[in-house]
Every structure is written in C-alpha cells, then in structure tokens.
C-alpha cells in the first residue's frame, strides 16, 4: 500500500512538471507570436510611408506632366507627311553601358522644367569633394539601388557622388526631424539610424542605405524623424547642387540629340523649333552587348537613333533560315523609320554589339 502511494506520488509529480512545461511552452509562443506581431506592425507602418511619400511623389510627377503638355508633336506641325504623336515612342540607344538589365530605361529626374530654372542655376560652381574609388563605387551603388534616384542617367549620378561631402553624426543626435524643410540627401557610409513617425520608432537603416532623398527633388517637409543609434559617418548632398547638375546635364544631352536629329535624312528638312519639340519627346534607352533592339518579323512602333555604342543588323531570308550578318549602324545612324507612320513589321534583327561592353 505504502509502495502504491509513492508510486502515485511520484507520477503525480511528474505530471505537474510536465504540465508546468506545458505552460512555459505556451508562454514562449506567446512571446514570440507578440513579437512577430509587433514586426509586422512596424513593416506595414513603413511601407505605408512608403507608399505615402511615393504618392507624393507621383502627385509632383503628374503635375510636372501637365507643364510639359505644350511641348509634345503634332501631325499638323509637319509639312512633309510625316506623322509623329504623343504616342509614338522615339528612342535612343546607348551601347556602352554598366547596368544589369538588357534593357534600361533612364528618366531624369528634375522637381522643374528646365524652361522654368532661373539662370542662376548654369552659373553654380560644382564644388568636387574628393573620394576613393571605393568610395565612389559605393555611394553609385547606393543610388543605384534607389527607387526614386536609380533611374538617372549614369552621368548625372556619378557628378552626385563627385559633389557629395562628408558628415559625421554623434549617437543620439537627430539627423532628420519630421516637419523640418528638408535640403539634404543622405547615404549611409557606417552606424545605424533609427525612423520614426509621431514618436513611433517604424524602422532602422544601415550603411548603403539612401534617405531624405524626396528633399532634392522638390522643397518638401521632413515626412519622418531619423536619429543616430551609434556615430554615423554620412555623405550628403544638397538639393541647389542636385538641380544645378540635373539642369546642366539635361541641357547638355538634349543639345547633343538635337545634333543628331539634323544629320538624319528623315529630319533634315524640318525647322528649328520643330526639332526642338521632336527632341523632348525621346527616350534614352540602353542595351548591354548581344541584346535585341528590335526582332525581325515582330511589330513595332518605336523609332530609333543610336547614340553611343553601335548595333549590327541580321537578316533571314524565311523564318526557317538562320539570320545572317548585313551591316553595322554606327552613332547617328537610325532605324525603324517606318514606325513613325503606322505599325511596321519589323524587316530585319538589330542587335547591340559594342566591343568596349
């Protein structure tokens, strides 16, 4: 009898231990469930900045459009029947080029038309400061992998890293505070900082990382707070810098365009400003090495002008046969001309071929 109680003891006790570690268990996925709670809460408050400050920008994008409706070509401004509208997509191909895509189309960016800039801005002196290569490899990477800034051209990216300077931040000193007019776009060289919207902390970022990048584009308040959680060294530049280099090499490459649009027989007897207004509705698009431009027998509706680098053309006799080597187009030269009229089947492959790629 004595044994059957001490048994019954023993399994008592081992029941209790176990349901204790039962408890603990529950209380640990508790926790952790609390927390990942708590994880998804800050990611959905930092996307929905995100999204927030991305709506602003498009907003400012919409209403730059509508200053730029006047500048678009119309039917009725030729002579000669050729026929280019809002629609049709004039292109520019750029051999030698550095990004990952086959295909890269580049926007710059600018908070105002250029017609708009004061004059003032072509007389600012780029003030260089001086950097490793290393350096400079990693602040064009960190704009590189910018959603609002990787779309510049490589030219304009590259004199923003040549411009930007130094700055150290202290722990706990407040880079950024949310509602201040901002002039600076950071990037991260070393530490960490800390996001926070009406004294919610949402996020941190480190070393590599862009922020207050909406300040360059245009004159807009501080839309979060950031602090330093250790010494920070910083690159920044400011946003009268930033526009004086978007002004200058928006200027520069659309001067260059409009040199090769009056060597091109298509345009050679169009007017000055109607060349003006051809020239603003391009795009500049890059190729890397063995990319396809255009495929023989697909549709198309783009016309092109190849500005740097250079192209060959194939051909096949059916679409059983394999394409063989015509000719290389050199800079200045275009092709898909008959786009600019209707539709057009396209005669021949053009493919980017540059041996400096």
Not at 61 to 73: A, H, M, N, P
Request: aromatic fraction near 6%.
């Amino acid at each position: 009898m004595t044994q059957s109680i001490h048994d019954l003891r023993l399994a008592l006790r081992d029941s209790a231990k176990k349901l204790e570690d039962a408890e603990n268990t529950i209380n640990n996925l508790r926790t952790d469930y609390d927390n990942q709670l708590q994880k998804k809460d800050e990611v959905i408050s930092m996307k929905e900045l995100i999204i927030k400050e991305k709506d602003a920008y498009i907003l400012k994008l919409e209403q730059e459009i509508l200053k730029y409706d006047t500048t678009f070509v119309s039917s009725t401004d030729f002579n000669d029947g050729i026929d280019i509208s809002t629609s049709a997509r004039t292109s520019f191909l750029d051999g030698p080029s550095t990004t990952k895509h086959q295909r890269t189309k580049r926007t710059a960016i600018s908070a105002e038309p250029v017609q708009h800039k004061k004059s003032k801005d072509l007389r600012i002196v780029l003030q260089a400061c001086d950097k490793s290569d290393r350096t400079k490899e990693f602040l064009r990477d960190a704009i590189l992998n910018n959603d609002f800034m990787k779309n510049l051209a490589l030219d304009q990216i590259m004199l923003i890293v040549d411009c930007m300077h130094p700055l150290e931040h202290t722990k706990d000193n407040l880079i950024i505070i949310e509602g201040d007019v901002g002039n600076l776009v950071y990037i991260m060289e070393e530490g960490m900082v800390e996001v926070s919207k009406n004294k919610k902390v949402l996020t941190t970022i480190g070393p590599g990382r862009v922020f207050g990048e909406l300040a360059i584009l245009y004159n807009c308040t501080r839309t979060a707070s950031i602090k330093a959680l250790s010494n920070c060294k910083l690159w920044a530049v400011d946003r009268q810098t930033f526009q004086a280099i978007m002004m200058r090499a928006g200027m520069e490459k659309r001067n260059e365009h409009l040199e090769l649009i009056k060597n091109i027989k298509t345009f050679e007897n169009l007017r000055e400003d109607i060349l003006s207004k051809v020239v603003d509705t391009f795009d500049e698009v890059r190729y890397t090495n063995g990319a396809y431009i255009i495929r023989q027998g697909a549709k198309g509706d783009t016309f092109y002008i190849v500005a740097k680098g250079r192209a060959q053309i194939t051909k096949a006799s059916s679409k059983w046969d394999t394409p063989i080597y015509d000719r290389h187009l050199e800079r200045g030269e275009s092709f898909g001309e008959a786009a600019l009229q209707s539709e057009e089947t396209r005669p021949f492959n053009v493919i980017a071929d540059d041996p400096k790629i």
